[in-house]
């Protein structure tokens, strides 16, 4: 008998946990009187990606040498890839590879052999990703390097066999880049090949005869027909059970533990937020690299083009079939200390989570949600080809995978075209709905097949230690003879004498016992699954109500814009789990005071009702699961003396590019400087603030503590401060070291300023404005800035600000005599263009308020109207509405405005006591209009009585306080301040708010002529030589004056007026009336019982006010209520009427 000649291709001895099997199998066989070589390497390949990126020469070396060391121990002879390589060899190699572009790199040829194909998996390998710019030099160098190495080794590999001649060929995953051409060539030779990778099962290796890792995976293994029909004994049915649920705890497995956490399978849906009868879509990622592998070497595309696709397309599957979807990232993506963060994957997965709507819910990849609590609560899974797809299904759940996969047998749908992609979704629901026994046991079937038969071979001469580590079990060569391990024997007997492989099935005549054994157990298996899920539901069902506690959201504001919704902070909080929040704002900038910072934010959260608080600055972008994760921590009872969550972060630059994370498993420090040094945006209070959420008696506990420390801090030595303090009581911080959160860095103003100018060349001039003005409101005024201001303006025809933009160069810096001609010449043309109100209208529009349409320009033009040195008083400017529309007025004049506003509300319009300053200033600095107001920070009466008495004012715009004491206080003190001929109006001067209403009717028009009138805003010209008088002691009803001034504006309403003046007539000396009367007040009352809704909903608004005080309102309010049919309501007002009532005989 022919000695038989066998080749063990084992490159690299770094990967020793490997390449022990073939040092074992190789020796056993020589035993067995089998003629064995090992063909290994010795530093032949360049930029050789086992040696580390970058390349490390004596990593090189040191595999070299491990090579000889494993093989010299078990006396095997070596071969050197280099020695069958000439000179003329190595220049034909390189000449070739320097002939390829990079994209004709998947497709080179190297002399009939796709060395281009064979190799894509290095590109992945080196750099752990999928994509890579070929346009790069280091990219094309590596490609270039990974294409000679092929080409070298396929002249060595073909001169190696020829003159060896071997049988077999025993070769380590048959995927690997030079792994994949041994392969390759070998079986285009007709020699067989015996592939092997660690296996499934705790120490094992997997065994393929004649295909690959790969192409087992996705064209299945021939072995299986052999095991189809064999049913499994109790004892094998209970090993797969006891794997599955292995597996679900973290047990029973080869490679590296990725959960650190249990599976909470009931509270799974309250934890995402989502109803419980809900249908929940499971969406499972991949590894972009571990994706780009299987492409490279299986050559297999999907339907998408890549999975950001995939989940964008499924989103919009299940938003229109109203299903939840839940993407569950590979926990891998995170990156672990033995595999490298996916960055890039991680990038595109953080931007794209802000797209989505509220029926999707994304799992990060560090999230501590594990993918089997998912499956049970899942309605179907999806997959791309991994095990969770097998894992689903066999806890009878239906699965689609997007790429044929070594689990078909089992029943999983496949999808290859793009159509069938949602009726596949479709039928995996229903196929969870009606689950089978069948289905279950073909299930079973596979699973034993694959992670008992074809994946998990258990030799008892060698194993695996410690997931990466060799473990030779044996002191002498001869254990490895026959008859010492079963498992070796069986291998070496498949490759010397052609024997199965794998163990075969009992004989069918076993089968029949075997058949009942095994559907006993699926009948039980099925009522676990069953009783599992109704567990779940019942859980669910009971405690249907989420915990929905109010969570106060502070945004420290810093750039003097109130909202424009644009924030990373506001659209991922819109994207939270969690949905109810109370906003509040409070600005913070280089100028602020720091002890005032401290006590506003402290005074802010100690008002608030709120229990839970987060804070944070607009560069902030908080995950999903981040509130929800907060608020159930501390909403648990075990946990009532913790008083913050703190997590970890990402760190994304201006581009978006993922730079580093803080305060998570990868990166644990917890110093102040660590994370300052991972980004300085952590120097800011705002950002530091917002790695925490708190408990509001532990924050006010830290800012009242902290205040009295603070006294000249900057503000990275407050954040410093904030840091440590809340660091030093560890017993009630809770950490959680998983990046729940991303900074991102703000650009620099130079790289703005850099950005914004290109807009402006290539036409995006709007866009470019926006992020100039942004500048101008938070950074130091510069010549060049204003320049590009004044350009992009005038480009937009706004010549007004042009002017303005031109002007503040000329008064704020020194410039040269031809540098002030160039402007001269330019404001010179700007003064013949056109300057009304239309210019600057959109300017106006820009700024928030409570001005009706129409008023703005009201205001621009009686600014404008008056002496160029005119002099104008407003009283409650808000965010700068009203101001702008009159500075607007005053550019290229010497008039001013003196305005004077609280700035942070009065319980009116804002609702809440938020500073607002820094907003209203920041609308004056972006139109450069700053220089032409002075603002007065204080209550209206008292920075009144501040001012030098006498006449100074042409013109004073009253819009403070909307109380009626208030504001005739305001007019008192305005009126002796306004010159003689000057002019006062109000605000607001409608039924709807009595206060203003009544000062302007009762008083106001009374001391002022030449009214004037532009929708709600009243204006009057003050007499001269007349003095202030008040008509506060005449007797006043608001219900009449509103009848009498509802009959002066319109004849339609004349029927109605008069009911109302009947009324007030009737009832005017009390509220019985003679009976004669009773008709002519019923008819009275009939007719205001139908008042027209607008006017129904004006009065209703008085009665929340200080008209709320008039009887004769809330009369003719019961009336229009019992029309509605709201008798109990009504009832309430007549009894109001009754107990407010008074006399109106003689009223206005």
Known sequence: MPVKKVLLFAPFGAWIVHHQLDAVVGASLRLRGCQVQALCCDGLFRQCYIAGNPFNQAACVDCAAKSRLLFQKFAIPMLQISSYLTDNDRHRCESWSETISPDQFETAQFEGSPIGRWVALGMVAHYKRSDYNMSDRDVQKMLRSLLFNGALLKTAFLKCIDAFQPEHIINYSGDHIYYRIAFELSRQRGIDVLTHERGQLTGTYSLLNNVTNSSAWSDGIQEWEDWRNAPLSRKQFSEVQSYISGMEQGNC?????????????????????????????????????????????????LIFEDQIEWMRQTAQICAKNNWYLVIRHHPIIAGTAEYPRDTDFLQKILKLDSEFGSHVRMIMPADRITSYA??????????????????????????????????????????????????????????????????????????????????????????????????????HLDELAQGNDPVLDRVCAHIVGGSPLYPLPDPVAEQDNRLVEESDCLRTEMETIKRRKAGIEKYLSEKADFPDPRVTIIRIRQNGIRNTGSEFLTRSISRSWHKNFEYIQTPLTSSTDVQ????????????????????????????????????????????????????????????????????????????FDAITQASSSFQNPATLLSLFFFRKKFIIEILSRSLHQTGDMSLAELSCLLFDSISEQPSRLHEVHI???????????????????????????????????????????????????????????????????????????????????????????????????????????????????????????????????????????????????MAFACAGTKRHIVSIDTFCGNDGPMGRSEDFQDVWYANLKRFDLERYVTPLKGLSHQVLSTLENGPQFDFAFIDGSHEYADILKDLELIYPLVKDGGWIALHDVEAGWPGPWRVWRQTARRLLTDHDYQSTLACGRKEKHKSFKTYDEMRYSYAVDWADYLGSCSPKLAALTNAMRATATLLAKSPIIPQHLEPELKHASSILAYMPEQLKQIMRIMLTKEAGTDWLLHYWNGLTLHQEGNVEAAAREFQEAHKRYSPVDGLC
């Open 253 to 301: 497995n080869n490679f590296v533990k990725l959960y650190h956490c249990q599976a909470n399978y009931e509270s799974l849906k309250k934890e995402l937020r989502i109803p419980y009868s809900a249908k929940v879509i499971a969406l499972f990622t991949s590894n972009e690299w571990e994706l780009g592998s299987f492409k490279a070497i299986a050559g297999k595309r």
């Open 739 to 885: 990046p729940m959160l991303t900074v991102h860095e703000n650009p620099t103003a130079t790289q703005i300023l850099k950005h914004a100018l290109a807009g402006i060349r290539n036409g995006d001039t709007q866009k470019s404005l926006e992020m100039l003005d942004q500048l101008r409101i938070t950074e130091a005024l510069t010549p060049e800035l204003q320049y590009a201001r004044a350009v992009s303006k005038s480009q937009l025809g706004r010549f007004l600000e042009t002017r303005l933009a031109i002007e503040s160069i000329l008064s704020t810096f020194q410039v040269s005599d031809a540098i002030w001609r160039f402007y001269d010449t330019i404001l010179l043309e700007l003064l013949q263009a056109p300057n009304g109100y239309d210019t600057i209208a959109q300017a106006v529009d820009s700024i928030d308020g409570y001005l009706v349409p129409g008023q703005e320009q009201y205001l621009f033009n009686k600014v404008r109207s008056l002496s160029n040195d005119a002099a104008i008083l407003e009283i409650g400017g808000y965010f700068g509405k009203s101001t702008a529309a």
């Open 596 to 671: 005032w910072f401290m006590a506003s934010l402290r005074d802010m959260i100690a008002r608030s009702g709120s229990d839970f608080f987060y804070i944070a600055s607009d560069n902030v972008q908080i995950h999903g699961s981040f509130i929800s994760t907060c608020v159930d921590y501390l909403s648990a009872p075990q946990n009532a003396d913790k008083g913050v969550v703190g997590c970890g972060s990402y760190i994304c630059g201006t581009g978006g590019e993922l730079r580093d994370e803080v305060l998570t498993a990868q990166k644990p420090s917890r110093s």
């Open 374 to 475: 998912l499956v049970w609560n899942a309605d179907a899974a999806v997959t791309i080809y991994s095990t969770v797809g097998m894992e689903s299904f066999i806890r009878g759940v239906g699965a689609v995978h997007l790429s044929d996969t070594i689990y078909k047998p089992m029943g999983l749908d496949v999808v290859v075209r793009l159509e069938d992609y949602e009726p596949a979704i479709r039928a995996a629901i229903e196929r969870t709905k009606q689950f089978t026994i069948e289905q279950l046991r073909k299930a079973y079937r596979f699973a034993h097949f694959r992670f008992f038969i074809a994946y998990s071979h258990m030799f008892q001469s060698f194993g695996i230690k410690d997931i990466y580590y060799p473990d030779l079990r044996i002191r």
